[in-house]
């Protein structure tokens, strides 16, 4: 399966911007990690197809929300009061069998697919 992020850019701290993730194929579990220069790449947050159930990181909680589209095979991350700290290239990964358990932990091994990233910079 093949993804291909949008959306990324420039906002000023409190600013909003949504990222989108159009996927080539079937996926189930359709994640968002980020990577800020010099730390390791996190998991932002995660949608499973079969339940619509989602998972955040508690960094984001309460200010960014993941959403999908099926019949569109698309799957947006609506990020709003951005802060400096959400400085990162954000991925989007998927896979065709993972299920990600809002009691756990997802990483970035578990997944098969991966875009090519795109830059989120907040910053005034």
């Known amino acids: 399966v093949q993804l291909v992020e949008s959306g990324g850019g420039l906002v000023q701290p409190g600013g909003s911007l949504r990222l989108s993730c159009k996927a080539s194929?079937?996926?189930?579990?359709i994640a968002w990690f980020r990577q800020a220069p010099g730390k390791e790449r996190e998991g932002v947050s995660c949608?499973?197809?079969?339940?619509?159930?989602?998972v955040y990181a508690d960094s984001v909680k309460g200010r960014f929300t993941i959403s999908r589209d099926n019949a569109k095979s698309t799957v947006y991350l609506q990020m709003n009061s951005l802060r400096p700290e959400d400085t990162a290239i954000y991925y989007c990964?998927?896979?065709?069998?993972?299920?990600?358990?809002?009691?756990?932990?997802?990483?970035?091994?578990?997944?098969?697919?991966w875009g090519q990233g795109t830059q989120v910079t907040v910053s005034s």
């Open positions: 990964a998927a896979d065709a069998d993972l299920y990600c358990d809002v009691n756990g932990p997802f990483v970035p091994g578990d997944f098969h697919s």
């Open positions: 949608s499973n197809r079969s339940d619509g159930s989602t």
């Open positions: 194929g079937f996926t189930h579990a």
